[in-house]
């Protein structure tokens, strides 16, 4: 199996209209038909940031923080609603921080810079802020703080508010998942946390039902209506169960969109669960499912390794297109 860490870590950002379906006129006739067509994806590999297409066409650098080191490393990273990266950087000689550049890549500056042993465990746009939490290792026990700042680094305070794990970019709902592997069966339970002109609105806030299975990967609509979540029946199982819910309020209980078993022969090709990710993208219409396929078996990636992307239809319920980004074993897809 090979050595996944931080400094092969790789996530990429798609747009949530990254797939937008136009009309096009065949020749000689009036018919239409719906075409497939691609936005851009974002990569961030180390300590770099790369724009390419949806099937890795076209990759061209934008973000660099090389510093010749081998020590630092971007680490969570987001796509904000004015159109800028916000991620955590943790430079070759000094603390982590959080900073901001535009899409281009250029004017990059530090929003913030933690203290000491702090770490950032979660990184998103929810409406006009940047929501992040920190844990600081420096004492006999971990400190979590649930903060939120402007997207230029002001009005940075502290929040008592459930922890997040998935927030929705237009601010109005957060979803909170507590796993539990403490027993051969593992479960989770997921608390949907409901905003009302930027204030948490307890009383629209509520619990959902606990899953059995392992939590593979989770994402949230834009708008904080629809969550999806890939559910494993175990550690060692090789097919993945696909849901959506309607989390706009309490009481709707999620659907089963596929289920898929990974190949293991030809393309795609896995020995063990992989680490998945998943993003929804022309509106909740299609999710995205993706993972590493290490072809040559070595700790790094080679050319011959990749990351394999498969487009779902939510209405069919069907995989119905599928694409590979040579060169990469690695990372997470995030809805933007």
């Known amino acids: 199996m090979k050595t996944f860490n931080l400094y092969q870590t790789i996530v990429a950002i798609v747009f949530a209209n990254a797939f937008l379906f136009t009309s096009c006129k065949k020749d000689n006739s009036t018919e239409t038909e719906k075409t497939l067509e691609s936005n851009l994806v974002f990569f961030v590999d180390t300590f770099r940031v790369y724009r390419s297409d949806l099937e890795g066409n076209g990759l061209k650098s934008l973000v660099d923080e090389d510093e010749k080191s081998g020590n630092n490393y971007i680490t969570k990273i987001t796509y904000s609603n004015s159109n800028k990266f916000v991620y955590g950087y943790k430079p070759a000689n000094g603390s982590l921080q959080i900073k901001v550049a535009n899409v281009d890549g250029s004017n990059k500056k530090a929003l913030k810079t933690l203290s000491g042993n702090t770490g950032i465990n979660f990184l998103g746009s ?6 992040y939490t920190t844990i600081d290792y420096s004492g006999t026990n971990p400190i979590i703080e649930i903060r939120t700042m402007a997207e230029d680094g002001s009005n940075d305070v502290k929040l008592n508010l459930p922890r997040p794990t998935l927030a929705a970019s237009n601010g109005s709902t957060f979803v909170s998942t507590t796993e539990d592997y403490s027993g051969t069966a593992p479960s989770f ?7 009302k002109n930027g204030t948490w609105d307890e009383a629209s806030s509520f619990n959902l039902a606990k899953v059995n299975g392992l939590l593979r990967a989770s994402a949230i609509s834009d708008d904080g209506n629809t969550l999806i979540y890939v559910v494993a029946a175990d550690y060692t199982t090789l097919t993945y169960d696909v849901f959506v819910m309607d989390i706009s309020k309490r009481g709707n209980t999620a659907k089963k969109v596929l289920s898929h078993t990974f190949p293991t022969t030809g393309d795609g090709a896995i020995q063990f669960p992989p680490q998945l990710s998943i993003a929804l993208a022309n509106g909740t219409s299609n999710i995205l499912v ?11 990636a080679t050319k011959n390794d990749y990351y394999y992307v498969q487009n779902i239809d939510v209405d069919k319920g069907t995989i119905t297109k599928k694409w590979k980004i040579a060169g990469e074993y690695g990372g997470s897809l995030l809805a933007n």
């Open 126 to 131: 929810f409406g006009d802020k940047i929501m």
């Open 290 to 300: 993706g993972y590493g396929v290490d072809v040559d078996n070595q700790r790094y």
């Open 189 to 195: 339970s997921s608390y949907i946390v409901k905003f």
